[in-house]
């Protein structure tokens, strides 16, 4: 059999192996592409005092977990039009939260000393994962969305303004008198103006990029329409007693007057209880308060320094749950302002009594006598004036409102900042992987190769092989005749054939053994001469045959020298050794025979 | 020393073999020099016809904020609108192509963070926010057909984003409506009152721009934020006054009965309010005064006043809101009392005269005129300086590079080379081929 020979294995199956190599390699890489995914990370912190005790701005419980909220996510599906549900996005949204080694350790050290510390997160690492269906830019721009989204979210619900709404628009519907109209004209200015007074002092000055007027301009506006416009109206509908249905408006007035009489019995009766408890309260308050104070005083004879109103703690803002911030108003104070609230409002139904009695008097003496023309025309000044104002109204509104909106997120921003750009990793490197696949499919290919080519080895060797002369046997040799005898033999193919005719007197002369050893020397000395192309069979009957291609007559009969010559050479190595042999050669160019049979019958009538 | 290791012989076969391939190499190395050459000119064609149909920019935000993440006017910056549908929209109609929707064309715009990096969560100085970004527009089918080039589209992109990040996030200076609908219907004090706000909402805004750039100055107009607040003070405090005070003095009025009415009408209204307050601050006052100080205690607290001296604060208690409230109260009062006043006193210049001479009234018009005008031209050199002083500021705000195109870029740079080695390789295996070909026969 053949010896082991790595690189022959390697050598004879290179095409393979580079082949299934490189088609592994392209394989990987088209699976791992449809297995890849992109994940968009990005660090946010809460950036406010706190933040820490995990709280809102406003002094909520912070739930960071609203970045995933639908409100945050349909934002985010609106605005690119995506056509997966909240539910598909939300699965991918992950978030994890970081506390510092500093707070670790403290919160460490402070436990073991046996006291409390708790300390939220405020930094947290947002990650988006997508798969190989969407691109890498995707979650990215998801991601950045989902953020800048939630930035709102957060600014609208727990740092900034809410803006009123506007009742200006409602002065257009008909079921409202002149009177009326002017009425929900000056309150909604009125509450525009009460609103924007009670913000933040950064409130008003804010200088809006969408308004490019600061807040503060557009409160002077609104005041200039209630201080300069708004009277006129008022004056000409009171003065003229404008009225588009008098006997509704007399009436709606006279019933102001009557409710207002009710609520101010209400309010005062109230007020009267009020007090009433108020002074039985204080009373016996005080009374369990001395009694109480007199016993602790007697039971701290030893120390009454120690005595004091000082208390020991601050008591907590917040319920247990720390979600909602605790009324720790006393029962007294309770009272007291109800007290003083029940005599506010009285007082001022008191007053609004008075101007709706004024009202009535005006309207009381009837129109004003004013042609149809006039009032016509009157009409049509105050509905006119009602209309613009209204319009004016409206417009400011508007730039109020975006104005508060880019309020509200620049205040967001502030608490809620981005502390990196949006990274997105790829889950795998699939060229590097893909390389690899092609490393290791070529090592596998290749052992494959290997232990094929060594079983091949051992089929060869035991099918096809004479085992004394090591040579391909007879069944190869007619193997090998039947596949050439298909097609017409090429110019310059020779066959040449070598018969020992002594191998049974060497046998019988120096034993079996020898005579073998005689013919496997002869066969390596045939391998040798020929190149490896040439196809060399034993074909039993101490007879060899060599198919060689590209050979003419010259070289064969050159190389048959050569061979004779080689032979001749071992039978004067060994005196007593005289091999005995005949060699003869048939080539198709010279015999112009081009089929196999008659080439070899050829080859065998020459030896 | 002879062996007869196969191994060595197979060694020595494929070292004879090399030799053979070099000496056949070097013998058509003509041939297959001018093969590898030809191969590598058509793929450096096709590298730098395929580089014509993309186009790249690199774009830097360039202002303070921006490392922080967020646009100049202090909120969240969304880079991912550089490819979205607004700004694709806008390029979409500079380019005036109709046959192509946004979507289709974000399809063609790549984005990417420059210099991106990973972080680590527990380290926070690998914490960054990157501020330069990548823009590549690739040339498609229906570029192609609107013969728009990607370069041009890249242009028509950043003009575009340019357009929307001013819109968005840049201050655009003041926008102050000096007329009113109905100017010409108001009354004479009322165009005074008109003017007088403006003109404060102009020195308000004027004022705040001198502290945010105290030292800027306009080429333009050659003026600074604050010596137009000092101009404006002088308006303010010379023509204005001069103009009440001749309106007052003269009591000019265009409907007087109308304009006394509608006083009148307003005098009522904030006396009914400052009744209001007034009784609201009575009855708190009362309640102080019934407040009983045994019900409760206080506890004092040392601390720091704002000047940063000890100062003995207390708990606060019921009694304390009721004396802010009253306190707010009688602020409110005072401010109705200095509105119905000062209104009274406009009613009294108004009642003291039945009817203006024409004179009284073309001085008034010329007056207000006059303020009007010089209100105007203040407004025109503000937003004038504002727009100098915006421009300077916001024009570096996006800086916009080209990058451009080395030869080596356009010719597929790695990618080619890496193909020029394998044409050559190519050449090598055809050549030991054709050899051993022609060895056989």
Request: aromatic share 10%; proline share 1%.
């Amino acid at each position: 059999m053949r010896r082991f020979e790595l690189l022959r294995y390697i050598q004879k199956g290179k095409y393979w192996i580079i082949l299934l190599s490189v088609l592994a390699g392209c394989a990987f890489f088209f699976l791992a592409s449809r297995q890849q995914t992109y994940s968009a990370r990005a660090v946010i912190e809460y950036a406010y005092d706190l933040a820490s005790s995990g709280k809102t701005p406003n002094g909520q419980r912070l739930d960071v977990s609203e970045i995933k909220s639908s409100k945050v996510i349909q934002g985010v599906i609106d605005q690119f039009g995506l056509s997966e549900t909240v539910d598909d996005i939300r699965k991918n949204i992950s978030l994890q939260g970081y506390v510092s080694e500093d707070e670790e350790t403290l919160k460490t050290a402070l436990l073991k000393e046996g006291m409390e510390y708790s300390v939220m997160p405020t930094v947290y690492v947002v990650r988006y994962s997508v798969g190989s269906s969407k691109s890498r830019s995707y979650a990215q721009d998801v991601l950045d969305a989902l953020i800048s989204n939630y930035i709102r979210y957060f600014g609208e619900k727990y740092v900034s303004e809410s803006t009123i709404p506007n009742n200006a628009s409602v002065i257009s519907s008909e079921i409202y008198d002149y009177l009326e109209k002017a009425d929900l004209l000056d309150e909604h200015i009125t509450s525009v103006l009460s609103f924007m007074q009670h913000k933040a002092s950064d409130f008003l000055p804010f200088r809006p990029v969408c308004a490019s007027c600061s807040l503060q301009d557009i409160y002077d506006n609104y005041k200039y329409i209630q201080d300069s416009e708004l009277p006129y109206v008022y004056a000409e509908i009171l003065a003229n007693h404008a009225s588009r249905d008098l006997d509704l408006l007399l009436a709606d007035y006279r019933q102001r007057i009557e409710n207002g009489k009710v609520d101010q019995d209400y309010f005062g009766s109230a007020a009267a209880q009020m007090k009433e408890i108020m002074e039985s309260f204080a009373e016996k308050s005080k009374s369990i308060s001395q009694s109480s104070n007199s016993s602790s005083l007697e039971n701290h004879t030893d120390d009454k320094s120690s005595y004091s109103f000082i208390l020991t703690d601050v008591y907590a803002s917040y319920d247990n749950t720390g979600a909602q911030v605790v009324d720790r108003t006393t029962t007294y104070d309770y009272l007291i302002n109800r007290y003083a609230g029940f005599l506010i409002n009285q007082s001022n139904l008191e007053i609004d009594e008075e101007y709706y009695q004024s009202i009535l008097q005006k309207y009381a003496s009837g129109a004003v006598g004013l042609s149809e023309k006039d009032r016509e025309a009157l009409d049509r000044s105050i509905s006119s004036k009602l209309q613009r104002i209204s319009a004016e109204l409206d417009s400011l509104y508007r730039r109020l409102n975006d104005g508060v909106n880019e309020y509200n997120t620049v205040r967001g921003s502030d608490n809620l900042r981005m502390r990196t750009s949006v990274i997105v990793t790829e889950g795998m490197n699939i060229k590097l992987y893909a390389v690899l696949a092609v490393v290791v499919f070529g090592i596998m290919v290749s052992a494959a190769v290997i232990v094929i080519g060594r079983m091949g080895d051992f089929v060869e060797y035991s099918f096809w092989t004479d085992h004394v002369t090591k040579l391909p046997n007879r069944h190869r040799c007619d193997q090998y005749i039947e596949e050439m005898s298909k097609k017409m033999l090429p110019e310059h193919f020779t066959c040449m054939m070598l018969k020992i005719s002594n191998i049974r007197d060497i046998n019988d002369r120096f034993g079996r053994e020898f005579g073998n050893q005689v013919l496997l020397q002869i066969g390596n000395l045939l391998k040798q001469t020929f190149s490896r192309e040439t196809q060399l069979i034993y074909n039993g009957n101490e007879t060899y045959i060599a198919f060689i291609d590209s050979c003419d007559e010259a070289r064969a009969e050159h190389t048959m020298e050569g061979v004779s010559q080689q032979i001749d050479n071992m039978n004067a190595q060994r005196k007593d050794l005289d091999i005995k042999y005949r060699i003869g050669f048939a080539e198709t160019s010279s015999g112009k025979i081009f089929e196999i049979h008659k080439l070899l019958s050829m080859a065998f009538r020459k030896i | 020393m002879k062996t007869n290791n196969p191994d060595r012989k197979i060694y020595s076969s494929i070292f004879s073999e090399l030799i053979s391939l070099g000496q056949y190499v070097w013998k058509h190395a003509l041939l297959l020099l001018l093969a590898v050459a030809l191969c590598a000119a058509a793929t450096a064609g096709y590298f730098f016809r395929k580089s014509e149909t993309t186009a790249s920019m690199s774009l830097t935000l360039n202002y303070e904020e921006a490392v922080l993440g967020l646009a100049p006017n202090g909120e969240k910056i969304d880079m991912y609108v550089l490819h979205g549908n607004e700004v694709m929209g806008r390029a979409l109609e500079l380019a005036g192509i109709a046959e192509m929707t946004p979507e289709e064309l974000a399809q063609c715009v790549s984005v990417s963070i420059k210099g991106a990096s990973g972080f680590s969560l527990g380290d926070t100085t690998s914490y960054a926010i990157m501020t330069s970004y990548n823009i590549t527009v690739r040339q498609n089918d229906s570029l192609r057909e609107a013969r728009i080039s990607a370069s041009t589209m890249l242009s028509l992109i950043r003009r575009a984003f340019h357009e929307y990040f001013a819109e968005k996030y840049i201050d655009k200076g003041v926008v102050i409506e000096l007329t009113h609908p109905a100017y010409d219907e108001l009354e004479y004090m009322e165009r005074w009152e008109l003017i007088n706000m403006r003109a404060n909402q102009l020195r308000s805004y004027l004022s705040s721009r001198s502290t945010a750039a105290p030292s800027f100055i306009s080429r333009a107009t050659g003026e600074s934020f604050a010596s137009l607040r000092q101009k404006m003070d002088n308006l303010i405090a010379v023509h204005l006054a001069d103009c009440r005070a001749f309106l007052l003095e003269h009591g000019i009025a265009k409907e007087r009965q109308t304009y006394i009415s509608k006083l009148d009408y307003l005098n009522d209204a904030l006396s009914r309010n400052r009744d209001k307050r007034k009784a609201s601050y009575e009855i708190r006052m009362m309640v102080i005064d019934q407040y009983d100080g045994e019900m409760i205690s206080t506890v004092l607290i040392p601390t720091e006043n704002s000047n940063r001296k000890f100062y003995m604060s207390k708990t606060e208690t019921g009694i304390d809101y009721l004396a802010v409230d009253a306190n707010y109260d009688a602020v409110t009062v005072s401010t109705f009392q200095k509105q119905i006043d000062t209104n009274a006193n406009i009613l009294s210049h108004m009642r003291s005269k039945t009817a203006n001479s024409a004179a009284e009234i073309e001085k008034a018009n010329t007056l207000l005129q006059n303020v009007s005008d010089s209100l105007d031209e203040m407004l025109r050199l503000t937003q004038l300086t504002a727009e100098d002083y915006i421009s300077s500021e916001a024009n570096d705000y996006l800086l916009w590079h080209a990058s451009r195109k080395s030869l080596k870029t356009q010719i597929g740079g790695n990618q080619f080379l890496a193909l020029c080695g394998g044409y050559a390789a190519l050449a090598l295996f055809a050549a030991y081929s054709f050899k051993r070909r022609r060895k056989r026969g």
